[in-house]
């Protein structure tokens, strides 16, 4: 099989056939990925029967290359997968739509032109944000340059936005998230940093609030030295529910915020003035919330209830060893797993902050893991995907090597892994 060309294409009548059947009984398992880190948030699929190894020489269904440079996810829904790319000098910002059983690329256009792109650092993108769908329309935004809504059926472009200023620095990374009737989006760039929530369905603006603090770093005669890394941040936020309420918990430059997703209202705040550059999605369980750092590696346990600028005293816990900058955690049955940035994997019990294990995997991480069948996948910047248990106790189950490197999270949707290499878009699923 080459693995360039579909693999239901080389099979006789019969075997496509019974290859239709296998997919018509995904119907059982959770079918679609619907935003970045699926449809929770929180990279936890319900899928059964992945591939212990899945590798570029096992399991491979398709492959499919993918122009330009592109670190977002891809998500799935129906039949289709929906992806963003840019060209690599970020004057063209394109949407891809690739055909879930074959990888036929189905659609492939340009939806925004950049005259001036902003600066992008070689180490993010152009295409970082991923897209989300919910109720019929998908949600595309690529920072500053432009946010737009299209029909899921029909593919036609409903509406889109390009006036929301802000300078990423390095580029744009965090995700849009639906909430409700609402898009929320975060714009914390090195000049402004602030929340939206749009109407989904018109794109009109329903609020905006900024962020209250606004860290300058000083010279010794007290004036701003202009260093955008200490007012950006990269992460996608999280609405969560507690007690009956809504909140949404976002992650900018040096502080972590709770807000009321329906208003815009600052709840509470942390404020962490030795953290910047945030790029990891929030998690919640039991009244808890886990935020990372950033570039600082730390996760802090806060407990909900506060109000105003949050003490010391409303942390549960706080962990610094091994905690990744890029890459985002799971939680599972209690426990978080995570992989940072040089390829520590780590087990830490979410109710103390216990550090359970902690083993080198090796490699280089940007991707998050996924957690799907017992099992963690991790993706690492040179091609690798290793698989281990979710367990108090580490046991590596699987590696496989891939040609091209991970900077993509992965997305689990039925029966299959659909990996975003630098390159192309796999569908990977155990061989039968």
Not at 203 to 212: F, I, M
């Amino acid at each position: 099989m080459s693995q360039t060309t579909p693999r239901s294409r080389l099979l006789p009548l019969g075997a496509t056939l019974c290859l239709f059947l296998s997919h018509s009984q995904e119907a059982g398992a959770a079918n679609e990925w619907p935003q970045f880190r699926g449809p929770a948030g929180d990279g936890a699929a319900q899928a059964v029967g992945l591939p212990e190894a899945p590798a570029e020489s096992e399991g491979v269904v398709w492959k499919t290359a993918i122009h330009g440079k592109a670190w977002s996810s891809p998500v799935v829904s129906g039949e289709r997968i929906w992806l963003t790319t840019a060209s690599e000098d970020g004057t063209e910002l394109s949407l891809v739509v690739v055909d879930r059983q074959s990888g036929r690329i189905l659609r492939d256009e340009v939806v925004f032109k950049v005259e001036n792109p902003q600066f992008c650092h070689k180490f993010n993108s152009y295409a970082s944000p991923t897209p989300a769908i919910a109720g019929g329309k998908v949600y595309l935004s690529f920072g500053s340059p432009g946010t737009a809504c299209f029909d899921e059926a029909s593919g036609a472009k409903l509406w889109e936005r390009r006036d929301f200023v802000c300078n990423h620095f390095r580029g744009a990374g965090s995700s849009p998230v639906v909430w409700r009737d609402s898009l929320l989006l975060h714009f914390d760039g090195s000049d402004f940093q602030y929340v939206v929530a749009l109407d989904r369905h018109t794109g009109k603006t329903l609020w905006r609030t900024e962020r209250t603090v606004d860290f300058k770093d000083l010279t010794a005669e007290g004036k701003p030295t202009g260093d955008g890394d200490f007012r950006k941040a990269f992460s996608t936020p999280a609405v969560v529910e507690w007690e009956g309420k809504s909140i949404l918990l976002s992650s900018g430059a040096k502080c972590h915020y709770a807000y009321d997703p329906a208003t815009g209202k600052e709840l509470w705040r942390l404020e962490e003035r030795a953290q910047h550059s945030a790029s990891e999605l929030p998690l919640f369980w039991r009244g808890t919330a886990f935020f990372q750092s950033g570039f600082k590696g730390q996760i802090l346990a806060v407990k909900l209830g506060g109000s105003g600028v949050l003490e010391e005293s409303q942390l549960a816990w706080r962990v610094k060893k091994g905690v990744p900058s890029k890459p985002s955690m799971l939680l599972v049955d209690g426990m978080l797993y995570m992989v940072d940035d040089s390829g520590i994997a780590s087990c830490v019990d979410a109710t103390s902050g216990e550090v359970v294990w902690s083993e080198r995997i090796g490699g280089n991480f940007s991707a998050s893991p996924v957690y799907a069948d017992g099992r963690v996948y991790a993706l690492n910047e040179e091609g690798k995907v290793t698989t281990f248990a979710a367990e108090k106790t580490f046991r590596k189950i699987g590696e496989g090597q891939f040609e091209a490197g991970f900077m993509a999270s992965p997305a689990v949707a039925g029966n299959a892994l659909y990996l975003r290499s630098k390159t192309h878009l796999y569908r990977v699923e155990k061989a039968r």
